[in-house]
């Protein structure tokens, strides 16, 4: 390099400061990776919401296809490969950055949410060493307070921020409670404070707590000996869900903490089939990690925690029994205003938290692929594009309808019978099939008519509820009109069933007496409730409304019903409903529902101007609909090429810096050299 017309000193001078200048070049582009920030940013959709229909029109697929697709990886797969439309599972946190350069080629669409979900790790009650013990000759509980003081010091032990920044990369929240934050005003913001191992992650804590409960190594073999046997804690697992990499992870992380402290608790991946059938019907396990998808209101506390939904089957599988937290539960099902519930809500929150029947771990931050090829995805603000709305309105992007719409789960589809369904891939099925009175608004969850409209009336001490199912256009799938007299008989189908059904207390709860008909009203039903309970409405008008023309044996005298269980119907009558998608076939592999024709919203389709009426000719179950988005094994060619590049190009960078600083620092030495002699 040449630099006239300066003194050598001055050369020196301004190669040392472009020596620096690199320094700071390399020492920028080389930086070690930053943690994720603690809050990823979801942005507001501006997703089409008639209110004069009281939402949108459809259905406008021909067809929904459900493939099951056990692992996240295989659905991202799938959808770059024109396989699925959309993943029934938020992308993996680390394939994130990639998917958003798929989404800047126009190749997949990415939808941000925040997710209506709880992940958290539990206990077994039932089992020694973390059983609750009601031994009359124990009077002091000091049993119980041995397996409290364990399953507190397993909560300080949770390191939650490296959850949060290391293995979701910032795609989630903590929760300190069992009722998130995202569920608003029934958040108790006390429980942060009054029990700090709900979030503090404190190992020495831990074994501060350990050693005062008397859980000591006294005979050197590594392992804790517990104070009330005097031997080794014994090995146990924690059984995680094997297609789940964030779960499995966590568990790792918390069975290497716990057995840093003397606890040998070691992480167990299994199938979410075994998994649900050895913690929830067999109740055989020690520890589990699982999630919940769950509604705004937490009436889902008193399934989750109440004693009388410790059964096989139940999902109070921890197996806590609490009087207090059992009668606050109750008290949120028979609250007559917000502020009761409120109060039952709190209180039944501390009792959990304090007692470790539940360790809240964090909920998503869901960042959901689907293809591009797809519009009229409906984005809920909490819960993802993933719902009924989307089912009901989604289309080609170049036709108004039409088109088979190919949507990913995790596991298949166990049931068809809407009494026994219970996984939320049954229920991604079933909620296309049957509908109810009112549905949720998905912005503010208020009610709105749907299949009838209503008035709630006070009386004294107590409500009426009036139904009106004055559209004539609404039908079965099998061309049965629908009629306030199957709803009327599905009230009675759950009363005469009801020591079998799970849920049917909710009706005692919140009050309910009777129906009666309008005389000279052939559309119209009273119900009748002996308390002004907050929740009657969402009680009464959210039981879908059945063919109760099949589950009644003697149709329409209704004297004899069928078992909610095995009645004895073929896959068409149990899944007849009015909703917008009517069911076709059930494989392990898939479940196809096709287009309801005869939908009573299909006239409320927007006419589009935009686009070309759909191309003649039928829908193919087996092919893609478009060509695919992106070849993976290409994909994953051109990022290993794109990774190569990269480390090519900071090994250059890395070697001029370096030889540009030594050639500065050579100088500077010749520089200060020549000064002392010269």
């Not at 206990?123 to 409290?148: H, I, K, M, S, V």
């Not at 031997?231 to 995680?240: E, G, K, Q, S």
């Not at 078992?563 to 004895?568: E, L, M, R, T």
């Amino acid at each position: 390099m040449h630099i006239p017309n300066v003194s050598r000193a001055t050369k020196i001078w301004l190669l040392s400061a472009v020596c620096l200048a690199l320094l700071l070049l390399v020492t920028t582009v080389i930086q070690p990776a930053q943690a994720a920030p603690d809050n990823q940013a979801v942005p507001p959709y501006d997703n089409e919401w008639p209110k004069e229909t009281n939402g949108p029109g459809g259905p406008r697929a021909d067809a929904i296809v459900f493939r099951v697709i056990t692992q996240p990886d295989a659905q991202i797969m799938a959808l770059l490969k024109g396989e699925i439309d959309m993943v029934g599972w938020p992308a993996p946190p680390e394939q994130i950055p990639q998917l958003k350069e798929y989404e800047k080629k126009g190749l997949i669409k990415l939808f941000y949410a925040e997710e209506n979900s709880l992940f958290y790790l539990a206990f077994n009650f039932r089992r020694y060493p973390f059983q609750q013990c009601f031994d009359p000759n124990d009077p002091e509980g000091t049993y119980d307070r041995a397996a409290l003081a364990l399953r507190r010091a397993i909560s300080y032990l949770v390191d939650r921020d490296y959850i949060l920044n290391k293995i979701l990369k910032g795609y989630g929240k903590i929760t300190p409670s069992v009722v998130p934050p995202w569920t608003g005003r029934w958040y108790d913001p006390k429980v942060k404070e009054l029990y700090e191992w709900t979030h503090k992650y404190d190992p020495d804590k831990a074994r501060d707590l350990l050693r005062s409960a008397g859980f000591e190594d006294t005979d050197g073999t590594g392992w804790l000996n517990d104070p009330r046997t005097g031997r080794d804690l014994p090995t146990m697992y924690l059984y995680t869900p094997s297609y789940d990499p964030i779960r499995v992870q966590v568990g790792d992380l918390i069975a290497s903490a716990c057995q840093s402290v003397g606890i040998p608790v070691y992480n167990k991946p299994i199938d979410f089939n075994s998994l649900v059938n050895l913690v929830f019907d067999a109740h055989d396990f020690d520890l589990y990690i699982l999630g919940w998808l769950l509604g705004r209101e937490p009436l889902w506390l008193y399934y989750l925690f109440h004693s009388n939904q410790d059964v096989p089957g139940g999902n109070n599988a921890p197996g806590i029994h609490n009087a207090t937290l059992d009668d606050n539960l109750t008290k949120i099902w028979e609250a007559t205003t917000p502020d009761e519930m409120e109060e039952a809500v709190y209180n039944a929150q501390r009792i959990i938290a304090e007692q470790v029947a539940y360790i809240p771990l964090y909920y998503r931050i869901q960042v959901v692929p689907c293809s591009a090829r797809w519009e009229g995805y409906f984005v809920e603000p909490l819960g993802g594009p993933a719902n009924f709305w989307t089912f009901l309105q989604v289309h080609p992007r170049d036709t108004p309808t039409g088109g088979v719409f190919r949507f990913a789960l995790l596991d298949r589809v166990r049931t068809l019978d809407y009494w026994a369904a219970s996984s939320v891939w049954d229920w991604y099925v079933l909620g296309l099939l049957f509908e109810s009175p009112i549905a949720i608004e998905p912005f503010n969850y208020t009610e709105i008519p749907w299949l009838a409209n209503f008035t709630v009336e006070e009386t004294d001490g107590g409500l009426v509820i009036t139904f009106n199912f004055g559209r004539r256009d609404v039908m079965f799938h099998d061309g049965t009109p629908l009629t306030v007299e199957h709803y009327a008989r599905t009230l009675d189908y759950i009363n005469r069933t009801a020591g079998k059904l799970p849920g049917a207390e909710e009706w005692t709860y919140v009050g309910y007496l009777r129906y009666e008909f309008i005389p000279g009203n052939d559309t119209a039903i009273r119900l009748y409730f002996s308390r002004k309970s907050y929740w009657a409405l969402r009680i009464a008008g959210g039981t879908a409304v059945l063919p109760m023309h099949y589950w009644w044996k003697d149709w329409p005298t209704c004297t004899e019903v069928r078992d909610p269980y095995s009645p004895g119907l073929t896959d068409k009558e149990l899944t007849c409903g009015s909703g917008p998608y009517i069911f076709k076939e059930l494989h392990p592999d898939y479940v196809v529902l096709v287009k309801n024709d005869n939908y009573w919203r299909k006239k409320l389709i927007q006419p589009s101007k935009a686009v070309p009426p759909p191309p003649p000719g039928v829908w193919n179950l087996e092919q893609p609909q478009g060509q695919p988005a992106e070849d993976p094994s290409r994909a994953i060619a051109e990022r290993a090429s794109s990774s190569i590049k990269e480390l090519v190009r900071l090994m250059w960078i890395t070697s001029l810096g370096t030889a540009v600083i030594g050639c500065g620092i050579v100088a500077a030495v010749a520089f200060f050299v020549r000064r002392r002699t010269g």
